[in-house]
């Protein structure tokens, strides 16, 4: 990559919190279902350290972003949280940061949002997946509809954003309305809206699974549309619905190509240097994390796969982006497929972004950059 200017590309922190009460049928992320019993402090410890040792890989450049994420970061102690943010602040400017955290109904309180948002939390991200019993049987959660609703309550006044899940075993469009309408009544400013796909590796890929049909699918999501359009959200991300300047930064740095240190087991890396840009990974067991926080999988990212990488992220964006706004010059190699692209009506001509009929068919239009 040409003309890489390291001051000028933002860098986010995601730090993993492994910890579950249960596995999900539907997840395939690194998480340990073993009780926490106070390995919370020690994760921290090690994280903190991670952190320092990645001091000169990061150049002296500030977090924009810090993100909590899982498992189950709620299960950890707010005092963890804290001594993870307090022991980086002074050697790591994150002044005016959004840092978020992931939780789950059941460990929500407001007696312990407050305590979060005095450690320095000022973003909880809630996974409620649905607020039908039902449906959350059906996605083997430990939550139910009741503990998902105090939850949501509970964040009342709170920079928040809710995950849903649709296309559930059962689910109908009727149900996923009344999903939507729950959140909208509740005033919550972000929403992540998932179909839920099933990977590898998970429960449910060795299920038999009855899913709404693909034209019950299509009918939920003009659904989502209308109705979230019509209560003031604007759709700025494939998954992702938000009122006016409350959009997700920590994502949109991953969408706009900037870099990110992950910390925690099994987290990934995308760091610019002078050279180029390098991806890797933590070890993913807990275990082999704290005793050896050696990354992985280290890979100095080609122009070929620069391509596929930036189609993948940029092209999620919406109203797509100003070529100044990027935070590094596009390869040619990606200029080239990307006016193909152009021609054959998928992306736009005076921005990097697709047209409708691109956006329609994402998957098929980032296949141009392979």
Not at 38 to 56: F, M, P, R, V, Y
Not at 298 to 307: A, G, M, P, R, T
Request: proline share 4%.
């Amino acid at each position: 990559m040409k003309a890489l200017l390291l001051n000028k590309i933002p860098l986010s922190l995601y730090v993993h919190l492994p910890w579950c009460e249960t596995q999900c049928p539907y997840c395939d992320f690194s998480i340990t279902t073993n009780p926490v019993n106070g390995n919370d402090a020690k994760l921290a410890e090690t994280i903190i350290k991670d952190i320092n040792q990645s001091k000169d890989l990061i150049a002296g450049r500030k977090f924009k972003t810090i993100y909590f994420g899982g498992g189950t970061p709620s299960l950890a102690s707010t005092e963890s949280i804290k001594h993870i943010l307090d022991s980086i602040k002074d050697k790591f400017s994150f002044k005016e940061a959004e840092i978020t955290l992931e939780m789950n109904p059941n460990d929500v309180s407001r007696d312990k949002i407050d305590k979060l948002l005095m450690a320095g939390i000022n973003r909880i991200s809630l996974g409620i997946q649905s607020y039908n019993n039902q449906e959350l049987q059906a996605l083997g959660r430990n939550h139910d509809k009741e503990s998902a609703i105090r939850a949501t309550q509970a964040l009342e006044g709170v920079n928040s954003t809710i995950d849903l899940i649709y296309g559930i075993e059962k689910q109908t469009p009727k149900s996923f309305t009344a999903n939507l309408e729950r959140i909208i009544q509740s005033n919550i400013n972000h929403l992540s809206l998932y179909q839920l796909t099933i990977e590898p590796n998970t429960i449910f890929y060795k299920k038999e699974l009855k899913l709404p049909s693909e034209e019950e699918i299509e009918k939920m999501e003009l659904i989502a549309k209308n109705l979230l359009e019509k209560n003031g959200y604007k759709q700025y991300e494939v998954s992702s619905w938000s009122k006016p300047g409350y959009e997700s930064q920590h994502n949109m740095n991953y969408w706009q190509f900037g870099d990110f240190l992950g910390v925690g087991p099994g987290s990934h890396s995308k760091i610019s240097n002078k050279e180029g840009i390098i991806r890797f990974r933590k070890i993913k067991p807990l275990e082999g994390y704290i005793q050896n926080q050696k990354s992985t999988d280290l890979k100095n990212i080609v122009e070929n796969d620069l391509d596929i990488d930036l189609a993948m992220n940029l092209l999620r964006i919406k109203n797509g982006l100003q070529q100044q706004d990027l935070t590094s010059t596009l390869p040619a190699s990606f200029l080239k497929k990307y006016q193909k692209g152009v021609d054959e009506g998928l992306l736009l001509k005076d921005r990097i972004g697709t047209t409708q009929k691109g956006y329609q068919f994402l998957n098929e239009t980032i296949q141009l950059f392979l």
